[in-house]
C-alpha cells in the first residue's frame, strides 16, 4: 500500500535496535482517516474469505481493527494482556514475547467470544519476529476457529516472523514490508510487492 509506505518514510523515525517508530500516526497518536484506508484495503485483500470475526491484542492492534471492521461488519475481538478481574468464565490464554517490550505475558480471549463456527482475520500493527501473531494463532487453533489469515500493516521483513510464517501456511497480507533501515542515516527501503 504505498500510502502506508509513504506515510512511513515521512513520520517513521528508526531507531537503534532495529525499531520504526510511527507513532505519531499508527500507534500512538492515531491517523483515523490513513486507518480507514488500512481497513479498506484490508477488507479487499480478505472479502472473499468468509471473515466473521476480526482478532488483534491490545492495544496497538485495536484501532486497525475496530476500523478494519467496519467495512466487514463484523465485531473485534482481542486479546487482553493482563488478566482482569471482569474476565469471567473460561479462557484461551497462550504465551506471547514482545519484540517491542522485551518480555513475555499471558494474552487471554474468552471462550464466549471465538469458537469454532469463527472465520477469523488477525490484524498487528507490526511483525517482526512473529511471536505476537505466534499466540493469536494459538488461540485460534484452541478455539477450533479457522483462520483466514494476517494483516500486518507494516512487516519488517528483514526480520524472521514473515517468512516462517508463510512457511507455515498462513496468509499474511502485509501493507508495507521494510526490506532495511538504517538508524544512521535514517534511510528505509521497502520491499517490491
Known amino acids: 500500500m504505498k500510502e502506508m509506505e509513504q506515510r512511513i518514510l515521512k513520520d517513521g523515525n528508526v531507531r537503534a535496535g532495529n ?4 507513532d505519531t500516526f499508527l500507534n500512538h497518536q492515531l491517523d483515523v482517516e490513513l486507518l480507514d484506508h488500512v481497513g479498506a484495503e ?3 485483500l480478505y472479502k472473499d474469505a468468509g471473515v466473521n470475526k476480526i482478532l488483534t491484542i491490545e492495544a496497538s492492534g485495536i484501532a486497525i481493527a475496530c476500523m478494519t471492521a ?3 461488519d ?3 475481538v482481542f486479546a487482553k494482556k493482563a488478566k482482569s478481574r471482569n474476565l469471567d468464565g473460561e479462557l484461551y490464554t497462550s504465551l506471547v514475547k514482545s519484540f517491542t517490550y522485551g518480555k513475555e505475558y499471558n494474552v487471554t480471549v474468552s471462550q464466549k467470544f471465538l469458537g469454532p463456527d469463527d472465520t ?3 490484524l498487528d500493527d507490526f511483525l517482526a519476529d512473529g511471536k505476537a501473531m505466534d499466540g493469536l494463532l494459538d ?3 484452541q478455539a477450533g476457529a479457522k483462520v483466514a489469515g494476517a494483516g500486518i500493516c507494516i512487516e519488517k521483513g528483514f526480520q524472521p516472523g514473515g517468512a516462517r510464517l508463510r512457511g507455515q501456511g498462513v496468509r499474511i497480507e502485509s501493507l508495507a514490508i521494510v526490506e532495511e533501515m538504517d538508524d544512521t542515516t535514517g534511510t528505509i527501503r521497502f520491499r517490491e510487492q
Open 19 to 22: 525499531v520504526l517508530k510511527v
Open 42 to 44: 484490508f477488507y479487499r
Open 70 to 72: 467496519r467495512h466487514f
Open 74 to 76: 463484523v465485531p473485534v
Open 120 to 122: 477469523v482475520l488477525i
Open 139 to 141: 488461540i485460534c487453533n
